[in-house]
């Protein structure tokens, strides 16, 4: 997806068959490895779909076996809850900020680390990563003061915007080499026809880096989508509930509705799963330029 | 060109916005308690916010309509109810009591917790406010106070003992439930011939462990030596180390059931109460609240009929009264400030005969910590449990409530260490010694 | 690999691109400053975003671990180094370190390779190749927590998993998988894998779509067989992919938490215990606020020192990189 590959001289493709036939794991046994993997990896997640159908009762009374019998009222309860769609409510508006703002900032950051020179750059980078290697739940509590200091506390921004400061090393690190390796040549001839760089940035290496970009969002997304500490720390109000502590509600001080929380559980993943299916070409693409670059 | 004054602009530029944010006045957010007057019950309008653990039926119908049936009777007070899942309190009560505006009620277990909480200075001493109607709830409100004052005021009690299933002692052919070790221990003979798993424990949860070889000190230890070592954090009396030869002498016959170090004791298809309600354990050694959790784990209706309660049983020499029992309960704290005297009316009003009937058949939290409700007990087992928790000699407080919450803790883990078997009689008495977790 | 953030690190550094220098040279001055301008408009947003709600905490957080505090009340009781002395001498945070060290091994020996494999199989053109990638992703997607207490469901003695093996005839290898002390951390490190397996999939394949097919097909063209092809040419163009997956493995190892703590405690009796289940327990169950806050100021520099040292020596094999730089 860089342009470097461009610049290769164009052959003839060859056939796949040739390359199918020299690999040293032949098609067959190829397909059993896939459906192996494929087993192992969705046989967990499908135990807890089908166990959103059930009772909990009888998930405790007989953990291995089907529901018997099926019962729709878990997905039902869901779908009718006002909880869980205040929750999906605020878990899409918390991520889309936090990504939205990591894309944008990081992008900006990232380009300012990997096309410029200037003394004490790589001090800013390591500054970011840096930031990767602290464990979040210590820092909680701080935030919560400077939140508090800031009037952030119970409110949405108050997570979306440390969110998006927690991706912002992530999102640099992976925009860089992409960054860079968008050749100089492009950026000479911008200059040349009196662009500034920053018209460079916004006319030609964002759009050549949109499959980074689209990396980085996915990425940012998903783990706002997931995050919980810190939605913990932050809301006292239950209507800010994100998903992850909505779940919370299924648990009391002695029990778990066990089956809510897996028929819960398997309703969240689905816009996260779609935000992957829906850009997943685009995620393979932007790694590459991350690697190569 | 070396940019050599740029990261000079970009520090006053950090430098600009820390000092506007630190600047800005904290917003109130929607949940703050505003003034509320001098005298208790006068006509300025108080808001007060109410963290409690009880996110789900029936509890969380039960606090709802106590807030409701308030607000009615108390017009200028409205009760702003914000209910958290149990386990989060853990994390979220240091934060709110280090904010500015924490809950003006919360929820509070009372003992060496307490006392560590109130470290904060947040905590309101409620004695005065409390005093003309504390003293129906007898002894139980003495686990609630800081030297001597309440800081705290119960709802709700608990008392721990041994659950059974009658059809699977009549199975094994047992009449009546033991009352010493030996026949305890006889009877796990017995259910093991009949192919049943005598006991089920939660070792996994790291507290129910604890019960076991608390109980055994209680047994042992007389009240006297009890009280004066929880006070001191210090459990160097000989007693303590008797407890241990107690419990690892009953351990060796193996009364639990397998892989218990990863059993927990609530949630899930193998949690030990599940164990007890589908029938594959006999026993647990659990709180009241057992009738409680056992209805959701088991698809039998006719589960809380089946369950017996027999007390900790005897132990041959011990110094401890034999009628005392291992207790707990669950309270409400409040903030100082404005709100004290609006919440410690609310407080009186929980604790009121009708609300605590009403929690103890509708919400089914227990115990209630007025025992003029008793009387609406009407599950054999609970009754029971009640009238050995009256009727001890003493109520000893769960020792990871009663110490502070450092050592308290590290006891825990120091027993479900020895329960793995990785620990001894030094590693369990010295575990509250030190203050941080080596 | 076993993470709690995703957090790939470039491991090489390229020379910057030319500066624009065509055309007439405007005054230097004039030049410079508008640099300096652009660079403060690109640069000051993030900085400030991430010092102010990053680094502040962090700092702050470092400096509770001078004291001894409960999380309650003023900050009054300094005790300097006391807490580190604590941390650092104590048998039993050298048994959690111990522990995230043999994760990261282990991730590095068994799932690296796995990884590999796959990527390369899901590399070929079989059907359903995108629904396959996607259910090798999926598990990524899954919150920690709701995973955790999915495993610790399947774990359960005689529940689903010990089922399945008995109905497909190997039940002699039903173990106490959570409940063992032997086998606990092993378990875990199976969950974690099943987790974050499919990121690194993912990112491998990346790696792979950059390699030409060309290159491949010349070698096999010259008579190599399929494992010296993969050997010999993909192996060492995947590199900087590897070296960039092994950076997040060893970091994610290290920070293991949540998916340790919903299934086992850190239990039974230590057996799984990472250094924030160490964290946890000692500091935040035990409201030693201080206390918890050295555990994570020494967690960050043994990641730091792993991250200064890994960056050093990836990027001198990778600016050094011949065959990159050749096949470009």
Redesign the interface.
Known sequence: ??A??A??PR?PP?R?V???R????S?PA??L??LL??A???A??L??IVGGFSTTAQ?NAN??ALPHPWVWSNYAAIATSSIFWQAVANSVVVAVVATG?AVT??S??A????????RGREV?YL?????????????????F??LQQIGLNDNLFGVA??E???A???T???L??FM?A???EL??A???DGA???RF?LRILLPLSRPALITVGI?AF??S??A?LLPLVVFSSQDHYTL?LA?ANFQSTYTQD?AR??AF?AV??IP??AI??FA?RK??????G???? | ?R?S??PA??AT??AA??TI?ACSSSSSSSTSSTSASSSSGSSAKVTLTWWNNGNTQPLLGVWQSVVAAFHAAHPNVTISMNPIQSDLF??KM?IA??SDNPPDIFQQWGGGQEA??Y???KLANLSSLASGWISELGEAAAGWQVNGEQYGIPYDQHVVGFWYRKDLFAKAGITSPPTTIAQLESDDAKLKAAGITPISLG????WPDAFYWEYFAVRECSESVLQSAIKAVNMSAPCFTQATKDLTAFMATNPF????????AQT???SSAGLLANGKAAMELQGDWETSVVPALTSDKNIISQLGWFPFPQVPGGAGAPTAVLAGGDGFSCTTGASEPACAEFLQYIDSTPVQEELVQKAGVGLPANSAAESVLTNPALQAAAKAHDTAAYQAEYFDIAFP??QG??LD?AL??F?????SNETIINSVSS???? | MART??????G?E?E????????ARPP?TR??LR??V?????????????????????V??AW?SLY?W????PLNDFIGVQ?YT?VL?????HQALLHNVIIAVLSLVIQLPISIG?AL??N???RGR?F???????????????AA??????L?????LD?LLKAVGLGGLVH?W????SL?LYSVFVVAT?KYI?FGI??L???L??I???L??AA?IDGA???Q??RAITLPLLG??IR?WIFLSV?GSL?L??LVWIM??G?????SSTM?T????????????G???T??VV??FI??IF?LAYQRYALRRDTAGAL?RAV?
């Open positions: 997806m860089s470097a590959t610049r290769l052959r060859r796949d040739i390359r199918d020299r690999t040293w794991l098609l190829s397909y490895v896939i993997v494929l192992i990896t969705i967990p997640m135990y807890m998930l953990p291995n703002l900032l990081g900006m950051a380009f300012a680390l990997s096309r410029y020179t200037f800013f500054l970011f990563v840096a930031g990767l290697l602290f464990p979040l739940n210590t820092a909680a509590l701080p935030l003061l400077l915007l440390p998006a400061a927690f912002l090393p992530v640099i690190v992976i860089r080499p860079r968008i050749p100089g950026e000479d911008a200059i040349v500034s760089r920053i940035f990425l998903v783990t989508w997931n919980y992850p779940v066990t929380v897996y559980t969240s993943m996260a799963l992957f299916i997943q995620l393979v693409g932007g790694l590459v991350a690697i190569r670059g | 060109m940019g004054r740029k602009i970009v530029a950090v916005a820390l944010a853990t994390t240091p009591l280090k560590t909480q470290t904060s200075g070792g996994g949860s790291r059931q397998g892989g218990f170090n990863a059993t927990q899930g298809a193998g919450t450092d803790q590290a883990t479900a260490n329960f793995a078997g990785k620990g203050s941080s977790g080596h | 953030q995703s957090a790939p690190v470039a090489r390229t910057s691109p030319r500066p624009a220098t065509a055309g230097k030049r410079g640099k300096r652009e660079l403060t408009a690109l640069l000051a947003p993030a900085i400030v975003l991430f010092i102010g709600f990053v680094i502040v905490p962090m702050f957080a509770y001894n409960s999380g309650f009340g807490n604590g001498t104590g048998p039993v945070f796959l199989l899901l070929r053109r079989v995108t396959l990638r996607l259910a090798v992703f999926a598990p990524f997607v899954l919150s920690e927590a709701t207490v999915m495993w610790y469901e399947l359960q003695p005689g529940g689903p089922a106490y959570l409940a063992s002390t606990v099943w499919g993912v990112l394949l990346a790696g779509q950059g030409p097919p060309e491949r097909e096999a067989t399929p494992w092809v993969t900087p992919t960039i970091i920070q938490f949540d086992t405690l239990g039974p009796a230590n057996a924030l160490y964290q946890y327990t000692n500091g935040v169950q035990r409201t030693q606020f206390y918890g806050a555990v994570s967690l960050f990641s730091l991250a990159t470009l």
